[in-house]
């Protein structure tokens, strides 16, 4: 059993910044994928970013590049989510999520093991 417990969230202007933090209860960062996903109301589950550390690959959402970053910290069993430039439609409840290694199933929901309780992030206008 994996427990990854969120913080960071919060309320900021349009063009601001944010990082999340994401702490696993156990060493699991270098055989899993790390991955955020985000939802916001009304809406389904959608895939933001992603980390392979047994490669170090890095993936992310058309809508986040060149915006938001997943750097980690590994002694730490932690990862981050940097979101920098943010907009309203970034409005979500952000997830951490750890699952099985896999380069082409990081970005669907269900091939995640488990889940954060999330943490929301409100971008105002």
């Known amino acids: 059993q994996v427990q990854l417990v969120e913080s960071g969230g919060g309320l900021v202007q349009a063009g601001g910044s944010l990082r999340l933090s994401c702490a696993a209860s156990?060493?699991?960062?270098?055989?899993?994928?790390m991955g955020w996903f985000r939802q916001a109301p009304g809406k389904e589950r959608e895939f933001v970013a992603a980390?392979?550390?047994?490669?170090?690959?890095?993936y992310y959402a058309d809508s986040v590049k060149g915006r938001f970053t997943i750097p980690n910290d590994s002694a730490k069993n932690t990862i981050y989510l940097q979101m920098n430039n943010l907009k309203p439609e970034d409005t979500a409840v952000y997830y951490c999520?750890?699952?099985?290694?896999?380069?082409?199933?990081?970005?669907?929901?269900?091939?995640?093991?488990?889940w954060g309780q999330g943490t929301q992030v409100t971008v105002s206008s």
């Open positions: 156990r060493h699991t960062v270098d055989t899993y994928t």
């Open positions: 999520a750890a699952g099985p290694y896999s380069t082409n199933t990081y970005y669907i929901p269900g091939s995640y093991a488990y």
């Open positions: 980390i392979l550390w047994s490669g170090n690959n890095r």
